[in-house]
């Protein structure tokens, strides 16, 4: 029941505030491994969270893990989503359309400090990979993160940053904290997050 109302009961990635204020937080995150799919969401029948059931797949949150040990991942929160620079035509792979590509990833259990020590996905397009220490700038917001209301959080946190002499160097992630299938819209926790120096 509590996941109905938003309950995170999984394990989330940890990290230090670096500056907190009415509007916004700047977070240091430690690094991770990730597991992640990059996309063109027209393959996936228009579904821009497409990405979702190959990562799911892998962890064995459907079944049997998809993994060359078959072995069960744990699930973690958020699922972070971001768009993916466009494929040069010279690359074998094309986006289909004027669109950009979508990279979705899981975040892997702490018990996961390199790659090496994680079990290899049998699909190929999924990738396991070592994230570095990174910084964030974050605004925290309950709801549906629709295009709209994601662009106006993104907007305000980039102008925020700025403003505070922070350095951008990146797009936007989106971090949804809650299964959407699950949670009432009203009590679904998202992210917006942006990299910054």
Same mark, same amino acid.
């Given at each position: 029941?509590?996941?109905?109302f938003?309950?995170?009961k999984?394990a989330?990635?940890?990290?230090?505030?670096?500056?907190?204020t009415?509007?916004?937080?700047?977070?240091?995150y430690?690094?991770?491994?990730?597991?992640?799919?990059?996309?063109?969401?027209? %393959?996936? &029948?228009?579904?821009?969270?497409?990405?979702?059931?190959?990562?799911?797949?892998?962890?064995?949150?459907?079944?049997?893990?998809?993994?060359?040990?078959?072995?069960?991942?744990?699930?973690?929160?958020?699922?972070?989503t &971001?768009k993916?620079?466009?494929? %040069?035509?010279?690359?074998?792979?094309?986006? &289909?359309?004027?669109?950009?590509?979508?990279?979705?990833? +899981?975040?892997?259990p702490?018990?996961?400090?390199?790659?090496?020590?994680?079990?290899?996905?049998?699909?190929e397009r999924?990738?396991?990979?070592?994230?570095?220490?990174?910084?964030?700038?974050?605004?925290?917001?309950?709801?549906?993160?629709?295009?709209?209301?994601?662009?106006?959080?993104?907007?305000?946190?980039? &102008?925020?940053l700025?403003?505070?002499?922070?350095?951008?160097?990146?797009? +936007?992630?989106?971090?949804?904290?809650?299964?959407?299938?699950?949670?009432?819209?009203? +009590?679904?926790?998202?992210?917006?997050?942006?990299?910054?120096?």
């Amino acid at each position: 029941m509590g996941m109905v109302f938003g309950k995170i009961k999984v394990a989330t990635p940890k990290y230090e505030i670096i500056k907190s204020t009415m509007d916004y937080e700047v977070r240091k995150y430690f690094p991770s491994v990730i597991a992640q799919v990059t996309y063109d969401p027209s %393959d996936m &029948k228009g579904d821009k969270d497409g990405g979702f059931s190959l990562l799911a797949s892998y962890i064995g949150a459907f079944g049997n893990p998809k993994n060359t040990k078959q072995q069960p991942i744990a699930m973690t929160s958020p699922v972070i989503t &971001k768009k993916s620079e466009k494929i %040069d035509m010279t690359v074998p792979v094309v986006t &289909k359309n004027e669109g950009t590509l979508v990279t979705m990833q +899981f975040i892997l259990p702490e018990e996961y400090k390199k790659v090496e020590e994680t079990p290899k996905p049998l699909d190929e397009r999924v990738v396991v990979r070592e994230e570095a220490e990174r910084k964030y700038g974050v605004v925290t917001f309950s709801g549906v993160a629709s295009d709209e209301v994601v662009e106006g959080k993104v907007g305000k946190l980039r &102008k925020c940053l700025e403003k505070d002499g922070f350095k951008v160097v990146g797009d +936007f992630v989106l971090a949804r904290f809650n299964p959407p299938w699950i949670t009432l819209p009203m +009590f679904r926790t998202n992210e917006v997050m942006i990299p910054v120096e």
